[in-house]
């Protein structure tokens, strides 16, 4: 895989504050990752960095190979930014915006339309920004981040005061950019619903990365127990397991007691009306690493 940003011992102070640590990070052109953090944790500072906004006190940042502080505009017109909170002016229309991101970006107006019908909102592009609702205003955010088919879309808190159907298309959109060869960086705290969505999480924590993988590889490294819930047909008794209201019982495992917890479940299959496994989630996840880290 191509790496198109690449971070390598990078450090960043405001004073006597270290932003971000000694931070080694590389993203690959089609790969979706999500960057996860508390408030404060260097998540803005980092894309800062990635964007040529801001400069490393130590350690080199690469955009698609260039230095994005010094590079030609062409390069930095490859990444495609939806900053956390997007103001625009209410009195323009949506078409007129975009408009002026195509011609800060070197692209004709033939670029909106496609845009625009990309977010949906070909129908409402020439009414004022005003009459939009925040879903809209989210979509023409995410436009304007879209224009040109850049190569790195980083897209900061982009899902926040949507609703669920909105955030669905959301990531409908932008898992169809990855497809077609683009990094996506999603900086979030809605951990839940980056599940899936993501092929690799970072966490970040005071500036300092602590955790990196997929999901999968997060999983093997933390070692969390698995929840195991069963219906039984009749009656059951064995140690360790909750009765719960419904009637169900449930245990926790160690990750490598999974599979012959199971087996001698299965060994009676018929005493077992339903069985339900739960992975530890995201936000388990990032809560072990946090803590692992305090620790
Ligand atoms: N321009 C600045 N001057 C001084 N300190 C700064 C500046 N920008 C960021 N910081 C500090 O650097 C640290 C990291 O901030 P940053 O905004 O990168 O975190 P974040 O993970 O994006 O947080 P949030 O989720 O709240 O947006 C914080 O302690 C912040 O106060």
Redesign the pocket.
Known sequence: MMKTVALEGVT?R??S????RDLDLALHAGETVALV????????????MMLGL?RPTSGSVRLLGFDPSTAASSIRAQVGYLP?SVSFHLALTGRETLGFYARLKGLDSRSLDPALAEVGLIGAADRAIGTYSKGMRQRLGLAQALLGHPRVLIL??PTSGLDPALRREFYAIVSARASEGATVLL?S?ALTELEGRAHRVVI?NQ?QKIADGTLDDLRSAARLPVSVRIRPVGRFAAIGWRRLADGSFETEVAAGGKLPLLAWLLSDASAIADLTITEPTLDDLYAHFLRREAA
């Open positions: 960043k405001y004073g504050v270290v932003a971000v953090g508390h408030n404060g944790a260097g998540k803005t500072t980092q894309i800062k801001a956390e900061d808190e900086a705290h970040l500036g």
